[in-house]
C-alpha cells in the first residue's frame, strides 16, 4: 500500500500474546505501519512463546515491547497479575492514543483493563462474540465480556455480534460490523505460499505418507475440554483412523493437558500423524489440504469455510454462531459417537458433505483492517 500523506498521527498500542491474536492482528499491524497516520507500537505479553514467536517471524512483525509473561505452570491469576503490571508499565513507556486488543485471552483482557486506568480509548477488534455461558469456554467467554464494557470502538466480525453488544446496552455509535480480520490473515498467507510454496513444506512429509486418503485436519487445545473431554476426543479419532480411505493429520497443542493425553492414546497408529505445532502458513495448508476440519479452536470455524472445508466443532457451545445458522459449521460436543457420527456422515453422503462445503461464509471480505484503521482515525 502507498503510504498516504502526513497528517496527524496517532499512536496506536497493539497488545496480543498468543498466536491467533497475532495471526488477526498482524494484518492490521501491517496496514498501520504503511499509514502515516498512525504510529503503531507493538507490545507482546509472550502468553504463547513458541507459536506466537511463529507467526510473528512469517508476517515480519517485530515487538517495540515483549514482557515474556509465561512462566512453567503458572495459575491465570498469576499471569493476571504479570500482564497488569507489565503492559501498565509499556503504556506509560509508549503513551498512545489508542490500544488495540482483539478477542478474548488473558493478555487482551489486561491489555484493556491498563488503557482503561489510564483512560486510553480502547478498540476491540473481534467484539461482541457471546456464548452465553460464562464457563464455556472459560474464561474468555468473562474476558470479553469484560472488555465490551470498556471499549471505546466495537469491532464486531458479523452483524450477529454487533447485535449481541446492543443488547448489553453498548452505545450504537461505537459498534461497527468489519469483518473478521482472519480472513485478511489468510488471503495474505496463502498469496505468500503461492509466491513461495516452501512456507508449507512441513507438510510435504504427511502428504506423501496419506497421498490417496481423505485427509481429516483436527486441533483441540480448549481449557474445557482438559482430562474426559480429551480422552474422549482421542477416542473419536483413534475410530475415526481406522476408516483404511482416511487419515488425520493433528498438529498437537504444546499445552501438557493436551499432549500427554494424545500422544499416549494415538501415538504409533498408521492413519494418524501428530506433529509439532503448525506455522502458520503450513497450517493454512493443511486446512486447505483437508476434506474437513474437527476443531474446537474458535479461529478454525471462520478460516477454514473461507476455503469450502466443513468444521466440526467440538464444544457444547459456540461464540460464532454465525457459522452454525449459515450451515459451514456443526457443534458435535466431545462424545466419540457423536463425533464418528458426523465426520461418517460428511464422508459417505456427498449432498451432506457438499451443502456445509458450498454454504457463504459469515466471517469477512479481506478487507476488515482497513475498515478498523479508518474508524480509529475517524475516532
Given amino acids: 500500500m502507498a503510504r498516504t500523506q502526513k497528517v496527524a498521527s496517532r499512536k496506536v498500542a497493539l497488545v496480543f500474546g498468543t498466536r491467533p491474536e497475532a495471526i488477526k492482528l498482524f494484518p492490521l499491524i501491517h496496514l498501520l505501519k504503511d499509514d502515516l497516520r498512525f504510529d503503531p507500537v507493538v507490545i507482546v505479553t509472550g502468553q504463547h512463546r513458541g507459536m506466537l514467536d511463529q507467526v510473528l517471524d512469517i508476517a515480519g512483525v517485530t515487538p517495540d515491547h515483549d514482557l515474556a509473561v509465561m512462566q512453567p505452570g503458572q495459575t491465570l491469576d498469576a499471569l493476571t497479575a ?104 489468510l488471503h495474505w ?106 476443531t474446537d479452536s474458535g479461529g478454525v470455524q471462520e478460516e477454514a469455510p473461507a476455503l469450502g472445508k466443513p468444521v466440526l466443532v467440538m464444544r457444547e457451545t459456540t461464540e460464532r454462531p454465525e457459522g452454525i445458522e449459515a450451515g459451514t459449521a456443526k457443534l458435535v460436543g466431545t462424545d466419540p459417537d457423536a463425533i464418528v457420527s458426523e465426520v461418517t456422515r460428511l464422508l459417505d453422503d456427498e449432498t451432506a458433505y457438499a451443502a456445509m462445503a458450498q454454504a457463504h461464509n459469515p466471517f469477512g471480505d479481506g478487507e476488515s483492517s482497513q475498515r478498523i484503521a479508518d474508524l480509529m482515525a475517524e475516532g
Fill in 189 to 294: 498467507v496463502l498469496g505468500a505460499i503461492e509466491e513461495k510454496p516452501n512456507l508449507a513444506a512441513d507438510l510435504h512429509a504427511a502428504a506423501e505418507q496419506f497421498a490417496g486418503k481423505r485427509i481429516i485436519g483436527v486441533t483441540s487445545h480448549r481449557r474445557e475440554n482438559f482430562g474426559e473431554g480429551m480422552r474422549a476426543i482421542a477416542e473419536a479419532i483413534r475410530r475415526i483412523a481406522a476408516r483404511e480411505d482416511t487419515a488425520v493429520i493433528f498438529p498437537v497443542h504444546l499445552n501438557p493437558n493436551v499432549r500427554e493425553t494424545m500422544m499416549a492414546e494415538l501415538e504409533g497408529l498408521d492413519n494418524v500423524a501428530l506433529l509439532e505445532p503448525l506455522d502458520y502458513p503450513n497450517f493454512a495448508a493443511l486446512m486447505q489440504a483437508s476434506t474437513l476440519m474437527l
Fill in 82 to 185: 504479570r500482564l497488569l503490571t507489565g503492559i501498565g508499565e509499556a503504556l506509560d513507556a509508549s503513551k498512545p492514543d489508542w490500544v488495540v486488543v482483539q478477542g478474548d485471552t488473558a493478555s487482551a483482557m489486561c491489555g484493556a483493563l491498563t488503557a482503561f486506568y489510564r483512560k486510553i480509548p480502547i478498540c476491540h477488534v473481534e467484539a461482541g462474540l457471546r456464548s452465553g455461558d460464562i464457563h464455556h469456554p472459560w474464561p474468555e467467554e468473562v474476558n470479553r465480556k469484560v472488555i465490551g464494557t470498556m471499549a471505546a470502538l466495537h469491532c464486531a466480525p458479523t452483524q450477529t455480534s454487533a447485535d449481541a453488544l446492543l443488547r448489553e446496552n453498548v452505545r450504537e455509535a461505537d459498534v461497527h460490523v468489519t469483518g473478521n480480520t482472519v480472513i485478511d490473515a
